[in-house]
């Protein structure tokens, strides 16, 4: 058996280092804390995405080692569930390829794994990963009622105003209970995949990439049987109770999964359009609120696909078998 290079596996354990420093960093500044813990994921991309599983690996048990001492085991845990093993994942999936002949291309050329199926596998890792954290917690209707009071007591000594415009905490506390883990679905997708991206740009800036660089544009949309997932998380929430919070996270995850992918097919479709940066500008700066996001989820709801990218094999290269039968 050939012995891993040890300077490889330092990198490994360096990159560990890096992704527990950036976590307690986030604990020290509450301000950057949700950039911060989304950082934290990037250091295992980047040595996942250039030096393959090992090292990734070595990066995760690294940090959950050091969290563990530094902190604390159940500190450790959540940071694993929450950021490690989903950065973990979606980089071995996207290190995944097989002959382009097993799935009907050329005979000559490499399948990788389609961006849209990482993307729902990343929409999955985090709805269960906020669950974990929510049963971690004890989320429930108790603590976003005390939550709730504490806010309106709070505006009511700085801000009378404020609070006599919100009223009776009572109409807040229903709401809010869904509302949170639909935010927090939505935006550990949106950042950890911003994670994932920038860590894929720099991999491919050093010349060292193994999966090719895409246009994302046409690429990144939701696979096909993730609106069914999104469905499911819909009727979940009518359900109420435990049910109802579940669903809010699916829905709140694979919400923003389908806002990117909605994004993507408007850069897309504007594509060579005189009009096209003032339109792009517009639509960010609508989708702060929530009917035009809404609208551009739509988009990305309608518009599912998956686009295998096709690469010659490079000599030398033995790219991993993908786990799945199709594609």
Known sequence: MKQPDVKLLLTGILAGVTAIFLA??????????????????????????????????????????IG???????????MAIFTLLPAGWISHLANLARPASEIGGPDNLMAWYPLSDI?????MIVSFAVIFLGVM??????????????????????DPATAAAIGSSDRLKPMLLLVLPIMQGAMWVLMLFAAFYLAG????????????????????????????MFLAGII?????????????????AFGAGFLMGGF??????????????????????????????????????????????LTPPRPGDTPPKQQDNKQ
């Open 119 to 123: 993307l729902m596998h990343l929409c």
């Open 264 to 309: 993507a097919s408007i850069h897309e479709r504007t594509r060579g359009k005189e009009w096209r940066l003032p339109a792009l500008i517009l639509c960010y700066m609508a989708a702060i609120l929530v009917f035009p996001a809404l609208f551009i989820m739509i988009l990305g709801l309608i518009d599912t696909r998956r686009t295998v990218a």
């Open 68 to 78: 563990a001492l530094a902190v604390s085991p159940l500190f450790a845990l959540a």
């Open 24 to 65: 307690l960093a986030a604990n020290a500044q509450p301000s950057f804390s949700s950039m911060l813990y989304a950082a934290s994921a990037m250091p295992v991309m980047i040595v996942s995405l250039r030096w393959g599983n090992l090292h990734a690996i070595i990066a995760i048990v690294t940090a959950i080692i």
């Open 201 to 228: 740009r720099i991999v491919s800036a050093s010349g060292q990439t193994t999966r090719p660089r895409e246009d994302v544009p046409s690429a990144l949309r939701m696979n096909r049987n993730a609106p069914f």
């Open 137 to 158: 917690i004890g989320y429930g209707a108790d603590l976003v009622g005390s939550m709730v009071d504490a806010l309106v007591q709070a505006l009511s000594l700085n």
């Open 236 to 252: 979940a929430c009518f359900i109420g109770g435990i049910p109802a919070l579940i669903g809010a996270t699916v829905c709140g």
